[in-house]
């Protein structure tokens, strides 16, 4: 089955830098493309980043644009979130999603706790 799996979360102050990394297993990685989506406590689950499945075409959210870097290994079966700039609004569970075969994101992962302090 596919699994997606995130890492790389963790605590740091406003200004650092953290990079999340998600594997994922079960499909042909490079035929699919692949996003990262956040959520914040009381609010909606939000489009981040996506990186098309030869990493050619990247798409980003106006509030992260310029910040953050979405990138792809496909011999590693692995998508890159490189984060710079870190504000306490970026505080969120980060989530990484794989495209289904009818577009659309079909596989999650479980979630990577981004905290950022003031």
């Known amino acids: 089955q596919v699994q997606v799996v995130e890492s790389g979360g963790g605590l740091v102050q406003a200004g650092g830098s953290l990079r999340l990394a998600c594997a994922a297993s079960?499909?042909?990685?490079?035929?699919?493309?692949m996003g990262w989506f956040r959520q914040a406590p009381g609010k909606e689950r939000e489009f981040v980043a996506a990186?098309?499945?030869?990493?050619?075409?990247?798409y980003y959210a106006a509030s992260v644009k310029g910040r953050f870097t979405i990138s792809r290994d496909n011999a590693k079966n692995t998508v890159y979130l490189q984060m710079k700039s870190l504000k306490p609004e970026d505080t969120a569970v980060y989530y990484c999603?794989?495209?289904?075969?009818?577009?659309?994101?079909?596989?999650w992962g479980q979630g990577t706790q981004v905290t950022v302090s003031s």
């Open positions: 999603a794989m495209e289904g075969i009818h577009g659309g994101y079909d596989y």
């Open positions: 079960g499909r042909t990685f490079s035929a699919y493309d």
């Open positions: 990186i098309s499945r030869s990493g050619g075409n990247t």
